[in-house]
């Protein structure tokens, strides 16, 4: 009979201790899982890059849109490169895409985009005569940008950007004039008062030629809020003239909204 009361007595005490027990953890959640880029299985496209940048190509493009479009016939193919932001970096590596295959630029328009900022997006299109041109120039384009990328300095107030070549081609003489041939640099900045100081340090820093001026309102620019300087010159000054305004325009950016400028990929300037 003890032996009973004393394992019922046993029971109750576990029984209680057991309630007074803090309860198991709930098991912690996984992180949502960041959604893949959707595939493209079409045939025309070629790849996505920074700058919310895509490749396309057109292997035969309609004979009456290559009459509305301007572009000489004997393109029968063409490499599209369309972007958000980064006009200058676009232009560059294009630039780069002409000298390493056979395909020309044969139109390069300056949107106003920049997703809302104060800059540019980009239209470029290449011609050639056999599509695997048009579709080398798109891709050389975009593997060039993580490069011309690297001297984009963006920030809710305002953006910076340097270029630099040493030398010019084609899309640069068709976007800028550039000389072909030589050492070219532009300087952009967001807003437009920054891009006017630099484009005085540029100057006033090394012995550069000017080569184009543009503001919001004239120059070439969408009506956009920056302003973009373009020289030539010697190689060595044009790299001095860009990393004289590259100092100046950073120290000025970052008054207006105390972020801290750094670069979209990395200097290569």
Do not use: W
Not at 5 to 28: C, F, H, I, N, Q
Not at 83 to 101: L, M, Q, S
Not at 206 to 231: L, Q
Request: proline share 5%; hydrophobic share 45%.
């Amino acid at each position: 009979m003890k032996d009973d009361l004393v394992e019922k007595l046993m029971d109750e005490v576990m029984r209680k201790m057991g309630s007074t027990e803090a309860p198991a953890a709930a098991p912690a959640e996984k992180p949502a899982a960041k959604a893949a880029p959707k595939a493209c299985n079409l045939t025309e496209f070629v790849g996505t890059a920074i700058g919310h940048t895509v490749g396309l190509v057109i292997a035969n493009v309609d004979p009456l849109l290559h009459e509305k479009m301007n572009i000489d016939r004997k393109y029968r193919s063409i490499g599209i490169v369309g972007a958000r932001t980064g006009a200058g970096p676009h232009i560059f590596a294009a630039d780069e895409a002409v000298k390493a295959t056979n395909s020309e630029v044969v139109l390069i328009e300056l949107p106003r985009d920049t997703e809302g900022g104060g800059g540019h997006g980009s239209l470029i299109l290449f011609g050639a005569e056999d599509v695997s041109d048009a579709r080398r120039a798109v891709e050389v384009t975009l593997s060039e940008l993580n490069r011309t990328f690297g001297d984009v300095y963006g920030t809710p107030a305002g953006h910076l950007e340097f270029q630099y070549t040493a030398r010019a081609s084609h899309a640069l003489h068709k976007a800028f004039g550039a000389p072909l041939g030589q050492a070219f640099g532009i300087t952009v900045g967001a807003p437009a008062a920054i891009g006017v100081l630099m484009a005085d340090t540029a100057a006033k820093a090394a012995t550069v030629v000017p080569v184009g001026y543009a503001s919001p309102g004239n120059g070439g620019t969408s009506h956009s809020n920056e302003v973009i300087f373009m020289f030539t010159g010697d190689s060595g000054a044009v790299r001095q003239a860009i990393i004289a305004a590259r100092e100046v325009g950073k120290q000025v950016l970052s008054t207006l909204d105390g972020a801290e400028i750094v670069s979209s990929t990395k200097p290569y300037i």
